[in-house]
């Protein structure tokens, strides 16, 4: 057997101590991640001028069409990209048959792109966007031990300076085609004895509940309950979704220089499956949407506000949302469009430097049917490249505020993650971040189940919404 490296020992040391515990979050972000989904789809003969587009494209590149397999064309689209503010790139990536210039898988022809685009000093960064449904949803683990698209991603890229990671994690995202996190098959027996572990005897659990459960065999998961029963369940699913990502972790340790992998979900901004705002943070990446907001550029304000800020509380990275146009209705359901709007992108961005968010995710840089590209048109021009190069350098220059926003606040607002967790609704704590945002207090958000009384008192005002169901356990797992 091949003896580990001390890289691998190491991780496998901190994989333990963060296994009890022990080990602090990940560090915040060091620079804004400015990012779009980068399409390399296409083909173009420039003999014959004919490309595989033809048919379904809505507007005109500004340089001339361009061939996805060159690595010339590559190349020049993320220096483009670069040249107007955009920093982070997630491929939209299918499948690994699709062949560049040399005979290599195509993939390999955008990172060497952009791996010539960074040696000419751009701040450029490259990952996947799962958009094929070769990505397992529940049994994370298969992922790895199967040997699917994410494990030849980790094998071929992960260790490029290139790739974006969260603290030591590479990561990914992926695509809504596959769905959201799946839930287990009811492990009622699993349930059961998790329940054991945190009552001393059934009766502790009735007193808690308020049920009368003669043992703990009576009791099964049900998420359509209401109250601690609803609230242990889905902290039992995260259970049995964080011990599935640990071995997804565990097998990428054992064959790879890494700690372990992380994944965006496209789960959108509300609180997944209405379980709270925190643990889909801990467990997995921050969310993202891929198609965003199919409203006003401010819909969701409350939502994407609170998603900002546990990410910043848990080390973590929220993909905020923001797009110029969008046709793709007017394909799919004809007549139907998310036309451009003179002051839309603006609203987008200056609705994300107001919630200090560290990440943004736009739909598409460059063309594909749905007519959402960023890249200069003949149809917009240079207009929203124009918007972003300005808002852009704005985010870097302000980013140190934007990235230590809540530190020191006077006021803190309890997120109280209970209260979804048990069934009950945001309708309270939305009101008391509009209310305090109106104002333009200075307010932190301090998580339910780490807070301690030392944390408690660096505030002179803590606002603590209870959503009528109550509140659950702290840092010491006292109510």
């Not at 620079?31 to 507007?59: A, C, M, V």
């Not at 509940?209 to 703990?216: L, R, S, V």
């Not at 259970?239 to 054992?254: F, G, Q, S, T």
């Not at 917009?380 to 808002?391: D, S």
Request: charged residues 25%; aromatic residues 16%.
């Amino acid at each position: 057997m091949r003896k580990p490296s001390s890289t691998k020992r190491l991780f496998a040391c901190l994989a333990l101590v963060a296994g009890m515990g022990l080990l602090s979050p990940a560090q915040a972000l060091d620079r804004p991640w400015i990012s779009d989904t980068f399409f390399y789809w296409y083909t173009w003969d420039y003999d014959t001028e004919l490309g595989s587009w033809i048919g379904g494209i809505h507007n005109t590149p500004l340089y001339g069409y361009y061939d996805s397999r060159s690595l010339r064309d590559n190349r020049f689209s993320l220096w483009l990209a670069s040249e107007w503010g955009i920093t982070h790139h997630f491929m939209d990536y299918w499948a690994p048959g699709w062949l560049g210039e040399d005979g290599q898988m195509r993939e390999k022809t955008v990172m060497r792109a952009a791996e010539s685009v960074r040696d000419d000093g751009y701040d450029i960064w490259m990952s996947y966007y799962q958009d094929g449904d070769n990505f397992e949803m529940k049994d994370f683990s298969k992922n790895i031990s199967e040997k699917r698209d994410v494990y030849q991603w980790v094998q071929d890229f992960s260790q490029s300076p290139l790739w974006p990671r969260i603290g030591p994690y590479p990561i990914q995202l992926v695509y809504g085609r596959n769905g959201i996190p799946g839930m287990t098959t009811n492990d009622h027996t699993g349930f059961r004895a998790f329940l054991r572990r945190r009552y001393a005897d059934i009766g502790a659990l009735n007193a808690d509940w308020g049920t009368d459960f003669a043992a703990f065999d009576e009791i099964e998961m049900d998420m359509g309950a209401i109250g601690p029963h609803r609230a242990w369940t889905v902290s039992y699913q995260f259970e049995i979704w964080r011990r599935e990502w640990a071995e997804v972790d565990r097998l990428v340790r054992a064959d790879f220089d890494l700690p372990g992998i992380r994944a965006s979900f496209d789960v959108g901004y509300k609180p997944m499956g209405d379980m709270g705002y925190i643990e889909p943070m801990r467990v997995f990446a921050g969310p993202h949407s891929y198609g965003g907001i199919f409203d006003r550029p401010e819909a969701l304000e409350e939502d994407r506000f609170i998603q900002v800020m546990v990410a910043k509380r848990t080390g973590n990275v929220f993909f905020d949302h923001f797009k110029n146009y969008y046709h793709d209705w007017d394909i799919r359901i004809p007549g139907m469009a998310y036309l451009p709007d003179p002051y839309c992108f603006d609203r987008f961005w200056t609705g994300a430097l107001a919630r200090n968010a560290e990440a943004l995710l736009h739909l598409s840089w460059n063309e594909w049917w749905e007519g959402s590209n960023l890249e200069p048109c003949e149809e917009w021009g240079k207009t929203f490249c124009e918007k972003n190069l300005f808002y852009s350098t704005l985010m870097k220059l302000c980013f140190a505020s934007i990235r230590d926003a809540g530190q020191g606040a006077p006021i803190g607002l309890l997120l109280n993650d209970w209260n979804l967790r048990a069934g009950g609704r945001t309708t309270e704590l939305h009101s008391v971040v509009r209310a305090l945002r109106a104002i333009n207090a200075n307010f932190d958000i301090v998580l339910d189940d780490t807070v301690t009384a030392a944390d408690l008192e660096r505030y002179r005002v803590l606002i603590v919404p209870s959503g009528q169901c109550g509140l659950g356990e702290n840092n010491a797992a006292d109510k």
